[in-house]
């Protein structure tokens, strides 16, 4: 089965060569079938190769890797490897609670109708202030963090529907599900990436138990 960066390729030198043949000899524009053939060169081959080049950078930018290759990044991903259970993004890492090559994304995009839109907004946002701004010293989120993103996996376990402190007070976990206590609150789950303190904590190798 071919993959879709061979299909991409493929795409993309059929347009090519298409465009080449139309250089090369534009009278066969002037019969009907060369018409048909120029604009399948100038508009169809190039429209498919460009949104198949958007499909492929889109699924490459939920990866992990693609998250953690700018250098403002590098130490979010160090977080992932701190041997303490205390470190939210760390406990879901290791424990495969999200997917290790998808982990910034799943915890990370917008869980609503337009999410993976928005998310990609938001990265245009990072590019422009990693090259043509200045990154804030902390990173902070543009908005604080959604109880819908952590919901969106947690809901109807009975690890976190039967949680001690989620049923604190009768009206603890609606109040959870209505985002007015956030999971991210002081008390709560409140050490998430904690990079400012790396060099004090234990570091996890993958493959160690």
């Known amino acids: 089965m071919i993959s879709p960066t061979?299909?991409?390729?493929?795409?993309?030198?059929?347009?090519?060569?298409?465009?080449?043949?139309?250089?090369?000899?534009?009278?066969?524009?002037?019969?009907r079938e060369g018409k048909i053939l120029a604009f399948v060169s100038?508009?169809?081959?190039?429209?498919?190769a460009g949104m198949g080049g958007a499909s492929a950078h889109m699924e490459r930018s939920k990866e992990t890797?693609?998250?953690?290759?700018?250098?403002?990044?590098?130490?979010?991903?160090?977080?992932?490897?701190?041997?303490?259970?205390?470190?939210?993004?760390?406990?879901?890492?290791?424990?495969?609670r999200v997917p290790r090559d998808s982990a910034c994304y799943t915890c990370h995009t917008d869980y609503g109708m337009y999410g993976d839109i928005k998310s990609k907004?938001?990265?245009?946002?990072?590019?422009?202030?990693?090259?043509?701004?200045?990154?804030?010293?902390?990173?902070?989120?543009?908005?604080?963090?959604?109880?819908?993103?952590?919901?969106?996996?947690?809901?109807?376990?009975?690890?976190?529907?039967?949680?001690?402190?989620h049923n604190l007070e009768a009206t603890t976990m609606q109040d959870i599900k209505a985002n007015k206590v956030s999971c991210t609150s002081s008390?709560?789950?409140?050490?998430?990436?904690?990079?400012?303190?790396l060099n004090e904590v234990k570091m996890w190798k993958e493959g160690n138990k």
């Open 42 to 48: 100038l508009f169809i081959f190039p429209v498919l």
């Open 187 to 197: 008390g709560c789950h409140d050490v998430v990436h904690n990079v400012s303190h």
């Open 121 to 165: 907004i938001r990265g245009l946002r990072h590019v422009y202030i990693q090259y043509l701004g200045t990154a804030p010293n902390p990173i902070k989120l543009y908005n604080p963090y959604n109880n819908r993103e952590c919901l969106h996996c947690h809901e109807g376990a009975r690890g976190f529907e039967g949680g001690v402190m």
């Open 65 to 96: 890797k693609f998250c953690l290759s700018c250098h403002i990044m590098e130490q979010y991903g160090q977080s992932l490897h701190v041997d303490d259970p205390t470190y939210l993004a760390a406990r879901h890492y290791q424990n495969n």
């Open 6 to 31: 061979a299909l991409l390729m493929l795409l993309i030198s059929v347009a090519i060569l298409l465009l080449i043949v139309m250089a090369a000899r534009p009278s066969i524009t002037r019969s």
